[in-house]
């Protein structure tokens, strides 16, 4: 229930409002300061009830309610960015049931920096005698030139091909593929749609993406998860696309269903900003003034 100055007010018998307007209110301006003190009391009240919950409580309780899970936070160095530690306290109970497995570190990469991720165990990638009895009929020992794909994927996160054990230790980066070995891909630029932007024509066949004539890639639109269930895909990440990739998956990065937004009921253009005016909440913002013009002038 909200106490304001009019409900306040209200409750007083009319006698003595009649006698407090003769007298210029001064009971009215003594209930307006007790009605602000009442709302900042409520204010104060849903505030303590919303830090019960990690999703909604302030930013300084996240230490508190990760210190009642048995959690610790990461140090943030003072020349960094500070990044919110709620996403890795709300997780704390998934991560403990998955641990030890590449999808939970995955998983804690995404949560922390806020980036998107992918986990490589790079010992799936040795090419090695196999046990009779764990066969890994994929995991062949030299790489098949016929085979556009796992060429294409090489020195990725999503390689296939098979490779000796490299002795060169990992954290000056110059080995990677040994029995021990993890790797943690962070991807810190993402992909941003160029929408009303006119291709740049290189020659009668040939056009660029980019406005300005520049050899830019393409990236795709990752299909982030909020809970990890399986390793990073391509699909997953903001990764650029090569023109053999792009024939090949067509139909997983282009279509009308991978647009942004949603689909203008006037032009059938897409745009993110369908529904942003009530009164027309299935036109576009193009559309809008160009219907309410209308409207006006008839």
């Not at 090695?128 to 790489?143: C, E, F, I």
Request: proline residues 6%; charged residues 25%; contains cysteine.
């Amino acid at each position: 229930m909200t106490f304001d100055i009019d409900r306040l007010y209200a409750l007083l018998p009319a006698f003595y409002r009649i006698r407090d307007m003769e007298r210029s209110e001064p009971v009215k301006a003594l209930l307006s300061v007790i009605a602000e003190q009442v709302a900042v009391l409520e204010e104060d009240l849903d505030q303590f009830y919303d830090d019960q919950f990690i999703e909604t409580c302030a930013e300084w309780v996240v230490p508190y309610i990760g210190d009642l899970v048995g959690t610790r936070g990461l140090f943030a160095l003072p020349s960094v960015m500070k990044l919110s530690q709620r996403a890795q306290v709300a997780n704390t109970l998934s991560y403990r049931r998955r641990k030890g497995t590449a999808a939970v570190l995955e998983q804690l990469a995404r949560d922390v920096t806020a980036w998107d991720a992918s986990v490589v165990e790079y010992f799936q990638l040795l090419a090695t005698t196999q046990y009779m009895n764990h066969l890994r009929p994929g995991n062949v020992s030299w790489a098949d030139l016929r085979h556009w794909e796992p060429l294409e994927r090489l020195n990725t996160p999503f390689e296939s091909t098979p490779h000796t054990a490299d002795v060169r230790r990992i954290e000056p980066r110059r080995g990677r593929y040994n029995i021990p070995n993890i790797g943690i891909f962070l991807w810190r630029l993402q992909s941003y749609a160029s929408t009303k932007s006119p291709a740049y024509k290189v020659d009668e066949r040939r056009y660029r993406f980019d406005a300005l004539g520049k050899d830019t890639p393409l990236y795709n639109r990752p299909e982030t998860e909020d809970q990890i269930t399986h390793l990073a895909e391509p699909t997953n990440v903001p990764m650029p696309m090569s023109r053999r990739i792009l024939d090949r998956y067509l139909d997983t990065y282009y279509g009308v269903d991978k647009a942004r937004g949603r689909k203008c009921a006037r032009c059938w253009t897409w745009s993110e900003r369908v529904g942003e005016d009530r009164v027309h909440p299935g036109l576009c913002e193009r559309c809008v003034p160009v219907v309410l013009a209308r409207g006006s002038a008839s």
